[in-house]
Nanobody, 112 residues
Framework: VQLQASGGGSVQAGGSLKLSCVAR????????AEWHRQGPGTGRVWIAT???????TYSGSSAGRFSVSRDGAKNTVHLQMNNLKPEDTGVYSC???????WGQGTQVTVSS
């Protein structure tokens, strides 16, 4: 069983990135999933959730800028991040609620 996030990188403030979380060995096409961020020297912070019906909910800091989606055919959950800010910097990881399983993260760095 593997859960791997990708798509991170270094961007300037105002830029965009699209993160992907691919599952192997488990079917997540109808499972709820979360995105979290761990900033430098801080704990994990919840960013967004996509429920079983595909509806997203967002933290106050990500609402209006981020969008979570799922591609069932590719067994993948995405996080589209727009208008990025330096405080969005950190390692982004996905979490499968039904499996209580964390995936490996991807680094996002936003410079001012």
């Amino acid at each position: 069983v593997q859960l791997q996030a990708s798509g991170g990188g270094s961007v300037q403030a105002g830029g965009s990135l699209k993160l992907s979380c691919v599952a192997r060995g488990m079917n997540i096409s109808r499972d709820a999933a979360e995105w979290h961020r761990q900033g430098p020297g801080t704990g994990r912070v919840w960013i967004a959730t996509i429920n079983r019906e595909g509806v997203g909910t967002y933290s106050g800091s990500s609402a209006g800028r981020f969008s979570v989606s799922r591609d069932g055919a590719k067994n993948t959950v995405h996080l589209q991040m727009n208008n990025l800010k330096p405080e969005d910097t950190g390692v982004y990881s996905c979490f499968l609620i039904a499996y209580n399983f964390w995936g490996q993260g991807t680094q996002v760095t936003v410079s001012s």
